[in-house]
């Protein structure tokens, strides 16, 4: 038993040996906390190293503002190792100057990947100045989006903060297996185009536990996702967790299997939402749950909004091809700020089929609230209210 403890023992510090050896300083690469000196070369220098070793490798970022001033790839097509962490104890914060990274497109990404987590710290896009800029004038650049995770598979971020995002917050596109807990994104309700999480063209992408406060939608989803598990997430300020918008392509892939459950939605313009342009498309939205959400003070508290055309430009026939089924409400209550609680404004050419409400209780602040239907058919279980209005 004794010789069973020591080789134990032993084992333990071996691997805290090798965690010593195969952790990567971003200091030690050059990169300097204070936030005034470019660390840029000092992070990929280190991810360099990790990508080189043979075992699984951390990447630390220690406490301070490190300036990353230039769109940092890093990219996991020569890596040797499958297990790296980006732990991260300070923060990174990207140029005041919002021009400096405002036509990048993204200012941290991760590419080709695989099993790579991100712990801890805090992104500060510093967008304040591009959203000031684009409320004031045009010719503002278009912004870039904080962190993007491309053709990559087996990612784990946790426990990361997201502030003032010139764009989207976190983007997931073309991954496979991806999990994102206790994420915090926060920027102001007037911030444009500063999604929390979007997500497109990936399947196995779980969203847990996380407070999502910024301008546009706390959670999107885009064309071509799959099996995609929401739960216990807080929005506010925000626009809701939307599905969509989706059709602007004819071709395009459709979204499925979506589970959204234990959400809570505050002040928000809308709560759950499904979202296509009113144009021709193949594209489908099937199999989602909307489960256990809490409303308080949304302006559209459920919507399926199959009209969307802004300006009214590039819509020919008016009316939307994408096709929309099998989607559940299942327990949602609270209050509507305006009266019309649930709205299904669904396509006049490919009506919604098998809508189901159950258990929906929202009012419109003390007074009753109402539901609005069009081309949507389905059936109600327990107690609906406001009345339904389905086919």
């Not at 196995?204 to 406060?213: E, F, M």
């Not at 064309?223 to 969509?244: D, K, M, Q, R, T």
Request: hydrophobic share 35%; with cysteine.
């Amino acid at each position: 038993m004794a010789l069973q403890v020591l080789f134990i023992i032993f084992l333990y510090n071996t691997a805290l040996c090798s965690a010593a050896r195969d952790t990567y300083s971003v200091v030690n690469f050059g990169a300097t906390p204070g936030g005034k000196t470019d660390s840029s070369e000092g992070f990929l220098a280190a991810w360099t190293a990790a990508c080189g070793s043979d075992s699984p490798s951390t990447v630390y970022v220690p406490s301070g503002r490190f300036l990353v001033s230039s769109p940092t790839v890093f990219s996991g097509k020569d890596c040797k190792s499958t297990a790296i962490t980006f732990r991260i104890d300070g923060s990174l914060v990207a140029p005041s100057d919002y021009r400096v990274l405002g036509n990048a497109d993204t200012w941290l990404t991760f590419e080709s990947v695989t099993g790579v987590t991100i712990s801890g710290g805090v992104l500060d896009g510093q967008g304040a100045g591009l959203w000031a800029c684009k409320a004031s004038r045009g010719g503002c650049p278009g912004g870039a989006v904080t962190l993007r995770f491309t053709n990559s598979k087996n990612v784990v971020v946790s426990g990361l903060t997201s502030v003032n995002s010139q764009l989207y917050h976190i983007v997931v596109d073309g991954c496979n297996n991806a999990q994102l807990q206790g994420i915090k994104v926060s920027a102001s309700g007037q911030s444009p185009n500063t999604d929390g999480i979007h997500v497109q063209g990936s399947t196995g992408v779980t969203i847990l536990s996380s407070q999502l406060a910024t301008g546009d939608d706390c959670i999107s989803i885009g064309a071509g996702s799959a099996n995609l598990w929401i739960e216990n997430v807080a929005c506010g300020p925000g626009h809701g967790i939307s599905i969509g918008s989706l059709g602007k392509q004819f071709n395009e892939a459709g979204v499925h299997n979506v589970t959204v459950k234990t959400v809570t939605f505050t002040g928000t313009e809308n709560g759950l939402r499904i979202k296509s342009w009113a144009r021709p498309s193949n594209g489908y939205v099937r199999n989602v749950l909307f489960q256990h959400a809490t409303m308080i003070d949304v302006q559209n508290p459920i919507i399926i909004n199959q009209n969307y055309c802004p300006d009214n430009k590039g819509c020919p026939d008016k009316a939307s091809g994408v096709r929309i089924s099998d989607v559940t409400y299942q327990d949602i209550h609270g209050s509507s700020a305006t009266e019309v609680a649930v709205n299904l404004d669904c396509s006049p050419k490919n009506p919604c089929t098998n809508i189901v409400l159950e258990d929906v209780n929202l009012n419109h602040r003390r007074w009753p609230a109402r539901s609005s239907c069009a081309h949507a058919d389905g059936s109600t279980y327990g107690v609906v209210q406001p009345s339904d209005c389905l086919n």
